[in-house]
């Protein structure tokens, strides 16, 4: 039994110088390669003394980092965009003469529509012994009551102002 003991130590002990010469001569040189190729990376990149592992972990938290923020972004553009398409930005404004030999261009009509053409016109007819005012909505563009040929073009201006 003692010669079996002695016989695997003997054993173990020569593997451990074989693989301690193994180590020695193929993979200690191929580590200070790799040390050396990564040293010259690094100092290739000016990384200021970080390393190749830090600039990787630093470039995914600041992906991670854009992309909520993208994310937020995109999320306060769709708000912005609902709340302008509810606003008037489309005016169209048409001043004529309603009645003939009264005067100057002092009727009006004019349109204030939403981006998607919904809204309303205002017409005011002036004559020397009064000044009416009108009002009609305006849906997609068309006005639902009977519109005259005024309400219609100063549509049709708030119309050419939303393309």
């Known amino acids: ?19 301690g010469g193994y180590h020695a001569l193929f993979v200690a040189p191929q580590l200070r390669r790799l040390t050396k190729a990564l040293d010259a990376h690094d100092a290739l990149l000016g990384s200021g003394g970080a390393k190749a592992t830090d600039r990787f972990i630093t470039i995914e938290t600041t992906s991670a980092d854009l992309a909520k923020r993208s994310a937020e972004l995109e999320r306060r553009l769709r708000l912005v965009e609902t709340a302008l398409a509810k606003k008037i930005p489309h005016i169209g404004f048409v001043r004529y003469n309603a009645f003939e030999h009264t005067g100057s261009d002092l009727s009006f009509a004019l349109a204030l529509l939403t981006q998607s053409g919904d809204g309303v016109v205002i017409s005011s007819i002036w004559s020397r012994e009064e000044t009416r005012t009108y009002g009609k ?27």
């Open 1 to 19: 039994m003692q010669n079996l003991s002695s016989a695997v130590l003997v054993a173990l002990g020569s593997a451990l110088v074989v693989f």
């Open 137 to 163: 909505a305006v849906t997609g563009f068309n006005s639902a009551q009977d519109a005259s040929n005024e309400e219609r073009a100063a549509i049709a201006k708030a119309r050419a102002a939303a393309q």
